[in-house]
């Protein structure tokens, strides 16, 4: 009996009990849907998805080696890169500093060009001076035509003759006061003559060495303005000395006449003239008395025969003159003949050819 109050009681208690935690506890709550087995479910995924980290793992650690293998390269890249800077600078230093010396030597070559330049005008300047003061064979001066029967024509008649084409320079001479007149064709210099009754008198005459021995040298061993005086000892200081300071050795200032030779004395024949066959410049003014010197002064050609330097190959005691029709002869062709002991007249001349 009481072994069966004790187990109602105790069921009654245990009822009440399981009333009392029933009524305190919170309320039990439904499993989410899917429980268990969506559970497992979503750690597969989860497991499928470390399986893929893991792998991207190892490939980011591969990725990481080769990360790590091209900073290598990139620091040895970069230290190459530093030396090449390095060697870079220095050479721009070298290049700065050819620079200045090449840009020294550019004015040093744009100054030598200007000096070049200006030289090559004086050049041009010179090369002009030259052509007009070169030699030129002059023309006979011969400018009017004849038939064969000696009848003047038009010279466009035949177009042969001298007169025709007028060949070479145009006779032309530049008269000086201090006794001179030269050819500006040949540039010789010539001695006018006069009949003053001195040394340059057209009448005097000489034996072909006299004319070397005596008339050319008096030219070139008295002084320019008294022929009288001699300076062949010291030149210039022997006329200064007598006649003042200034005053020069040698007819016009010069000592280097001479007499013609053959092709000289052909040079001033003009053959447009008759007797004698020169030029104006040799034939002016001429009368007795008259002087070579000064803007009034004459310049005189005498009919004789005037002496050159050249002596006859084939007869060597003649030597070659210029009769008053402008002949060049080693023979007279009328009355005697003319040798090297004859007097002839002279005429000095210098310079030119």
């Given at each position: 009996?009481?072994n069966?109050?004790f ?5 009654l ?69 530093s ?5 870079c ?15 020294n ?17 004086i ?44 060949a ?37 005459t ?10 050319i ?42 007499m ?11 053959y ?10 040799f ?25 050159t ?9 003649r030597?070659?003159f ?32």
């Amino acid at each position: 009996m009481k072994n069966k109050l004790f187990s109602v009681l105790f069921a009654l208690f245990y009822g009440l009990f399981i009333t009392y935690i029933a009524w305190a506890a919170p309320p039990f709550e439904v499993p989410a849907k899917g429980g268990l087995p969506q559970c497992k479910a979503d750690l597969e995924v989860c497991e499928t998805d470390l399986s893929t980290c893991g792998g991207d793992l190892t490939d980011c650690t591969m990725d990481l080696g080769i990360c790590a293998s091209d900073l290598g390269l990139c620091i040895e890249n970069f230290d190459t890169c530093s030396e090449d800077l390095s060697s870079c600078a220095s050479d721009l230093s070298n290049c700065n500093a050819e620079f200045e010396t090449c840009d020294n030597d550019l004015i040093t070559c744009t100054q030598n060009l200007d000096q070049s330049s200006e030289n090559l005008s004086i050049c041009e300047t010179d090369l002009l001076v030259c052509q007009e003061n070169a030699v030129v064979f002059p023309a006979t001066g011969q400018t009017l035509c004849w038939t064969q029967a000696g009848v003047p024509i038009e010279c466009d008649v035949e177009k042969g003759e001298d007169g025709y084409f007028e060949a070479g320079g145009t006779l032309s001479y530049i008269w000086n006061d201090d006794g001179t007149v030269v050819d500006a064709n040949t540039k010789l210099m010539w001695e006018r003559k006069d009949m003053s009754g001195g040394i340059h008198d057209m009448n005097r005459t000489y034996r072909w060495v006299q004319s070397f021995r005596e008339h050319i040298h008096v030219l070139n061993n008295t002084c320019k303005n008294d022929e009288t005086v001699s300076c062949g000892v010291t030149g210039d200081a022997d006329c200064a000395a007598e006649l003042g300071e200034g005053e020069v050795c040698g007819f016009a200032g010069f000592r280097d006449w001479r007499m013609p030779n053959v092709k000289e004395m052909q040079s001033i024949i003009d053959y447009s003239q008759t007797m004698p066959a020169v030029s104006l410049a040799f034939n002016w003014m001429c009368g007795e008395g008259c002087s070579l010197m000064g803007e009034s002064g004459c310049s005189c050609t005498s009919l004789g025969n005037y002496w050159t330097s050249t002596s006859h190959v084939g007869n060597p005691e003649r030597a070659w003159f210029a009769d008053r029709e402008g002949q060049i002869r080693f023979i007279e062709m009328i009355g005697s003949d003319v040798h090297k002991y004859n007097e002839l007249r002279v005429r000095a001349v210098r310079g030119g050819l």
